[in-house]
T-cell receptor, first 116, second 111 residues
Framework: EAGVVQSPRYKIIEKKQPVAFWCNPISGHNTLYWYLQNLGQGPELLIRYENEEAVDDSQLPKDRFSAERLKGVDSTLKIQPAELGDSAVYLC??????????????FGEGSRLTVL | GESVGLHLPTLSVQEGDNSIINCAYSNSASDYFIWYKQESGKGPQFIIDIRSNMDKRQGQRVTVLLNKTVKHLSLQIAATQPGDSAVYFCAESGNDYKLSFGAGTTVTVRA
């Protein structure tokens, strides 16, 4: 069974440019997450979807970040415009359950962003 | 604020020895805890979880211990192998269902 697929794996852009990351969760997983991971730190939640609804986007910097999961399957995370401080790994994860029965999160390999 | 953290950022262990990785959490409302392993260039991988109604849970070569009195979580790895070299994160969630990760412990296995 395929795991969580993310693309691109690596992206280098200049500041003020836009960038987009794509995630395809494990088939049948209703809940999808985007996490930000800075070097040497643990992942930090940006947004959580249950099906197509964003149920927690409190940590998403909405002035420059946006996300969508239109059909409740794959998702896109966009940054526009990118800043130097956005350099990090963007992780997507999915889980079968939701709410308090989320269970195990399965992570993709991440998209490493470098902003010059 | 509430946070999950690890006592030591690095741990060096001899191959074949047992490893103990510690984690302290501050949110007394947390009721679900998970250990993740992250190898270089990869996403975190689930190791084992435990709910607050338990104080011990065992898996294959791993044991998680939960002490709710002092808000402490530990991961024990038996007979540590070179493939166990990675960064280990503890994570917790409570009523908000949000999984919060600590900063991680880098485990290096010496041959």
């Amino acid at each position: 069974e395929a795991g969580v697929v993310q693309s691109p794996r690596y992206k280098i852009i200049e500041k003020k440019q836009p960038v987009a990351f794509w995630c395809n969760p494990i088939s049948g997983h209703n809940t999808l997450y985007w996490y930000l991971q800075n070097l040497g730190q643990g992942p930090e939640l940006l947004i959580r979807y249950e099906n197509e609804e964003a149920v927690d986007d409190s940590q998403l910097p909405k002035d420059r970040f946006s996300a969508e999961r239109l059909k409740g399957v794959d998702s896109t995370l966009k940054i526009q415009p990118a800043e130097l401080g956005d350099s990090a790994v963007y992780l997507c994860a999915s889980s079968l359950g939701s709410g308090h029965n989320t269970g195990e999160l399965f992570f993709g390999e991440g998209s490493r962003l470098t902003v010059l | 604020g509430e946070s999950v953290g690890l006592h030591l950022p690095t741990l060096s262990v001899q191959e074949g020895d047992n490893s103990i990785i510690n984690c302290a959490y501050s949110n007394s409302a947390s009721d679900y805890f998970i250990w993740y392993k992250q190898e270089s260039g990869k996403g975190p991988q689930f190791i084992i979880d435990i709910r607050s109604n338990m104080d011990k849970r065992q898996g294959q070569r791993v044991t998680v211990l939960l002490n709710k009195t002092v808000k402490h979580l530990s991961l024990q790895i038996a007979a540590t192998q070179p493939g166990d070299s990675a960064v280990y994160f503890c994570a917790e969630s409570g009523n908000d269902y949000k999984l919060s990760f600590g900063a991680g412990t880098t485990v290096t296995v010496r041959a």
